[in-house]
């Protein structure tokens, strides 16, 4: 993690100032990302703005993105992929005030008025990362194998046919 950017933030604060967060997060940082990617030696790097909206809710704009080594889901060999992603998060202070945000806004839960950076980086990059990464097809050492597979066999039914007549 960038040595300036704090782990923990409060939304609120940051959003009647204004604040802008730029910085970059370690990918072993983040936990629950390193079981679906193959190389944890890269980082994600972000930009965030924290503001209110009219409706006096706290709102964070940025984007954050990493380049990213998953496993095909054709070959399974590993493929580098590109990660950018846009993010526009709504801060409500418990579940009931989900309802509150407006559908273009994803919900984050502040609790005690405070959230962890990692935990918001982490969780926009899982949304952002393909659930099931492929290979383009004529790049795939699997797809060879597949058409080979998909040869169609005769059907053990196909005789039936001689008896209808």
Do not use: W, Y
Request: net charge negative; hydrophobic share 40%.
């Amino acid at each position: 993690m960038s040595p300036e950017i704090p782990l923990i933030v409060e939304p609120a604060r940051l959003a009647a100032s204004g604040e802008h967060l730029k910085g970059q997060l370690r990918l072993t940082d983040l936990e629950r990302v390193s079981d679906l990617i193959l190389n944890r030696d890269g980082t994600v790097k972000f930009d965030l703005t924290f503001m209110k909206d009219d409706q006096g809710m706290v709102n964070i704009i940025g984007q954050l993105s990493a380049q990213l080594t998953v496993r095909c889901q054709r070959c399974l060999n590993g493929m580098p992929i590109q990660v950018n992603s846009p993010i526009h998060v709504g801060v409500v202070d418990s579940p009931a005030q989900i309802t509150e945000l407006p559908d273009v806004l994803e919900p984050v839960v502040a609790e005690e008025h405070k959230i962890s950076i990692i935990s918001l980086i982490e969780e926009e990059l899982l949304l952002a990362m393909p659930l099931s990464p492929l290979h383009e097809p004529d790049e795939c050492s699997a797809t060879k194998l597949i058409d080979e597979l998909a040869v169609k066999k005769a059907s053990p039914f196909a005789v039936l046919k001689d008896l209808k007549k």
